[in-house]
């Protein structure tokens, strides 16, 4: 909870008022809204100039809803003067957001985690087993969204962990300078996301790796070791980052000891002790998320036993579309990783999926989208990958669908679509007893509303 006063925000955003409002000495905690959907009575609404939206046109609907005042580039001329509200001027509102995010990270610890695949699912479990400590919500990872999260951290607060977003060349360094220093960094790994942007994984990598920049303790640096071949580049760059994955070199070795449908049981060495912890998710690849915070966790609480983060694990639950299990009618099982897809996240979710126990298996894929050029050779990837699932039934939508079914070959247990309702429909008579669905594609193809169908099927 950030608290502030009107005369210290002025300070902080470099401001001049329009309307002053109430008290400028009186003290509030400060939620900043950017939605004038999502405004809340005492938030202050910051009025962006996009591309396609103006934020001044919604000024109406923010104080309706009870907002407290606004932060502008321009003047309101369609308000009258009132002391319920206050408005305050900046050159840029972006970067007022920007300059109170940098003022409330100076309140708390900072962790900060990035990576092509598996931040939000990396940061959700790190909260889970890391005391005190708060994730910003949801993938509010932009140099927009996060001072927004930022807003909204809850009283009794020590560390915050940041999910930092690098979807084109000089994002991530604009959000780095909110951080003056860190206690720690996650980089999950990197793969061929965002390639219609970046140049090639070597760029992503350099770009993504700027979070090691500043961390000050010199044994909390993590990595996902499987970097497309650019683990020594990494080991270059920052000789302190500590690499984790499932290979006997690695800095932190870690070793599947088995998968079923109460949870994964895996070990990992570090700092010369081995130690064993079963997480109630399915796949590797929510092990290798969760061996980066435990092992963070270990270097920022010493004295936390390992018991408790097992018993603090066992509480975790993944997100609504990032690989939750949905039970169906007659005993059918639905994974649920519709929120989101690239190549390396589809990849390692898919090569968990082929260890499900499951006597029938059900694919329902779509499109990796933001792939650029290299769109149809991902996807004729994944195609020939899928292959090795032995899948009773394949169902595919998305404008891809020629470039899978060109790595995947031609057969009738494949099924294309182009619409979600026609899915839907042939897809309802596959829930059957013993039957494992797995379920994902980028979220702009829409398949978390084919979730949102069949889960209605449970009640």
Same mark, same amino acid.
């Given at each position: 909870?950030?608290?502030?006063? *009107? ?218 070791? %499987? ?99 949905? %039970?169906?009618? %007659? ?10 897809? *690239? ?82 429909? %042939? ?33």
């Amino acid at each position: 909870m950030f608290l502030v006063t *009107n005369s210290t925000l002025t300070k902080i955003v470099d401001g001049i008022w329009l309307q002053e409002g109430e008290n400028l000495n009186k003290e509030y905690p400060l939620h900043l809204e950017i939605d004038s959907r999502k405004v809340r009575p005492g938030d202050v609404f910051v009025c962006l100039q996009g591309e396609r939206v103006d934020g001044h046109n919604y000024v109406d609907q923010a104080l309706q809803k009870g907002a407290r005042g606004f932060i502008v580039e321009k003047p309101l001329s369609t308000m009258e003067k009132q002391e319920s509200f206050f408005v305050l001027r900046v050159k840029k509102t972006s970067q007022a957001l920007l300059d109170i995010a940098t003022e409330i990270a100076k309140q708390y610890s900072s962790i900060l985690i990035t990576g092509s695949a598996g931040k939000t699912t990396t940061k959700q479990i790190l909260e889970t087993i890391l005391p005190s400590s708060h994730a910003t919500f949801g993938n509010y990872n932009t140099p927009i969204g996060l001072p927004v999260a930022f807003s909204n951290i809850p009283a009794n607060t020590k560390w915050i962990l940041s999910e930092l977003s690098a979807s084109y060349p000089g994002e991530i360094e604009t959000i780095l300078p909110l951080f003056s220093s860190s206690e720690g960094a996650i980089l999950t790994g990197i793969g061929n996301s965002h390639t219609e942007f970046f140049s090639s994984t070597k760029e992503i990598l350099n770009s993504k790796a700027l979070i090691f920049e500043n961390v000050s303790n010199s044994h909390t640096c993590f990595a996902n070791g %499987h970097l497309e071949g650019l683990e020594k580049d990494l080991k270059r760059m920052h000789p302190c980052v500590q690499l984790y994955g499932f290979d006997a070199s690695m800095d932190i070795p870690i070793v599947l000891l088995g998968m079923d449908k109460q949870g994964t049981t895996f070990s990992f060495s570090t700092g010369g002790s081995s130690y064993t912890f079963t997480l109630p998710c399915f796949g590797k690849h929510y092990v290798l998320n969760a061996v980066a915070c435990i092992a963070l966790t270990m270097q920022l609480c010493p004295s936390l036993k390992v018991a408790e983060i097992q018993e603090r694990l066992q509480t975790f639950t993944p997100g609504k579309g990032r690989g939750r299990w949905l %039970h169906l009618f %007659h005993g059918c099982v639905c994974i649920d990783e519709s929120y989101n897809a *690239n190549p390396l996240s589809m990849k390692m979710s898919l090569e968990a999926f082929f260890s499900f126990p499951a006597s029938s298996k059900i694919l329902v894929l779509g499109d990796m989208l933001e792939l650029g050029s290299m769109a149809e050779q991902e996807h004729k990837k994944i195609g020939t990958l899928v292959k090795q699932c032995h899948a009773k039934r394949i169902f595919y939508i998305g404008q891809y669908g020629k470039s899978f079914q060109d790595g995947y070959g031609t057969s009738e247990d494949v099924e294309y679509y182009t619409t979600i309702e026609e899915l839907y429909d %042939h897809l309802q008579k596959w829930v059957r007893k013993d039957t494992a669905m797995f379920v994902k594609a980028s979220n702009g193809v829409g398949l978390h509303t084919l979730v949102n169908k069949l889960e209605s099927m449970v009640k």
